[in-house]
């Protein structure tokens, strides 16, 4: 136990004793600057200084076109174009699969796979290419009891404000 706090002491001791920095002119030995620093503010200030340093290069980084160059990260009118083109190749896509359902048919019609009277051009158009399934939309009990909670309250304060203004 005594060991222990011994070497805290001398470690609070080496950490707390000043020092002078002391800077001279070579030619005339005369002082130009001085200052009086102990270990802790030497580590303080150093760590401070790199925590500045890390932070202001993260901002310079993360808010300037510089970020471009790092590997990774790509310009914002790369993103953009990117978007636009899957965009237009999306609705690309569309119109293609309904020119195929509209040339098969076609195809079927030329060839007498098909009668006549149960073609119709618009009708092929109007076929959903993908099908969505029907979701239930129906409340729950628990939905229809916090309707009724409400309607109630809603009440309740019309009510109220009727007497208020009588």
């Known amino acids: 136990m005594s060991e222990k706090r011994l070497k805290r002491k001398k470690l ?42 890390i932070s202001v290069t993260t901002l310079i980084i993360a808010f300037t076109p ?51 009277a149960k073609f119709n051009k618009d009708s092929i158009l109007a076929v959903p290419l993908d099908s969505v399934p029907k979701a239930d939309l129906s409340a729950s009990k628990a939905e229809l009891e916090l309707r009724a909670e409400v309607e109630k309250e809603e009440k309740e304060a019309q009510q109220s404000s009727v007497k208020k203004k009588k």
């Not at 001085?34 to 200030?45: A, I, P, Q």
């Open 66 to 116: 510089l970020r471009e160059y790092i590997p990774g990260y790509s310009s914002t009118k790369l993103k953009k174009d990117a978007m636009e083109l899957a965009l237009k190749s999306d609705s690309l896509t569309t119109i293609l699969k309904k020119n195929q359902a509209y040339i098969s048919s076609i195809q079927k019609v030329l060839t007498g796979k098909l009668d006549y």
């Open 12 to 53: 609070h001791k080496k950490l707390f004793t000043k020092n002078r920095l002391v800077i001279l002119n070579e030619d005339t030995f005369e002082e130009t600057f001085s200052l009086k620093l102990t270990l802790m503010n030497v580590f303080v200030v150093a760590t401070l200084g790199a925590i500045f340093l």
